[in-house]
């Protein structure tokens, strides 16, 4: 696995965690990964590769500010797809988001039935948070890493 997958898989998998637990996705945590995928495609490809990286992380902005207004989903989610935009450009952003949603609305409903299904036995049901959209953002990006999306295409 090449340095900058393996990067940008720690840094989501770190964001979705933290999401998790504290209900928010730090900025220096999202700072560092701008900043890293920036380097990393100006490294690669340099004023080009600056030029994707800067295109990939504007895209995800563009696509997340109108959610975000509404407030269907915080700042963090919208920052941290800006984050893995800067690693993966423009055409993984979209990816991203698309299959990122789709996990996320798959997890809603598992939380749903699995709340419905303990009250019918009469037990108490889990305490149904909302689950952040880091989650389905997370194992979306390792999907598209791994190349799993040109399966799912193909």
């Known amino acids: 696995m090449p340095t900058q997958t393996t990067i940008l898989l720690a840094l ?36 080009s590769g600056l030029g994707f990286s800067f295109l990939g992380a504007a895209f995800a902005l563009l696509l997340l500010i109108g959610p975000f207004a509404m407030r269907w989903m915080g700042g963090g989610d919208v920052k941290m797809l800006m984050m893995i935009g800067a690693f993966v450009g423009h055409i993984g952003v979209l990816y991203i988001l698309v299959v990122g949603t789709a996990i996320h609305g798959l997890l809603g409903l598992a939380m749903l039935f699995s709340s419905r299904i303990a009250r019918s036995k009469g037990w108490k049901p889990p305490d149904t948070q909302r689950i952040p959209h ?4 997370a194992l979306a990006t390792g999907m598209y890493t791994q190349g799993v999306w040109l399966q799912i295409i193909d």
């Open 134 to 137: 880091a989650v389905g953002f």
């Open 12 to 47: 989501v998998a770190l964001a979705a965690l933290w999401d998790i637990t504290q209900r928010r996705v730090p900025n220096a945590l999202i700072a560092a990964g701008l900043l890293g995928g920036f380097a990393l495609a100006t490294q690669a490809g340099g004023l």
